[in-house]
């Protein structure tokens, strides 16, 4: 009995495997030129690359061009990094530069990493 549990939870964990990753979609919320919005912007675009290379789509936003945007997304301090998807939605702010963070905020700890298939 316990070997057909064993072989089942293989199985499933091999299906889970076989799934193509999700699509990480990310908000950025940054004010303007500003020196701690356009390193957010340069932290993340390189940890992406680094990361998430074709798994991800980035948006941008500056709440001075977009305050209706930034007030919908109640955006209270920027920059500010949404995970939208996959669930659940995450929220960091700061400048990004702790990469272990940004890796707890989108759901990558070191656990999380199997043979370099990212979940």
Request: aromatic letters at 6%; a positive charge; hydrophobic letters at 35%.
């Amino acid at each position: 009995m316990a070997n057909k549990r064993i072989k089942s939870a293989k199985s499933r964990f091999e299906q889970y495997l076989e799934q193509e990753p999700e699509q990480y979609l990310l908000q950025l919320y940054i004010t303007g030129a500003t020196p701690r919005s356009c390193q957010a912007v340069a932290n993340l675009k390189k940890f992406c690359e680094e990361n998430l290379e074709g798994l991800y789509q980035l948006e941008v936003i500056d709440i001075y061009q977009h305050p209706d945007l930034a007030r919908e997304a109640q955006i209270i301090a920027a920059p500010t990094l949404i995970k939208k998807q996959p669930i659940p939605r995450k929220v960091m702010v700061g400048d990004l530069s702790n990469q272990e963070s940004v890796k707890r905020c989108l759901g990558m700890s070191s656990l999380s990493i199997i043979e370099g298939y990212k979940l």
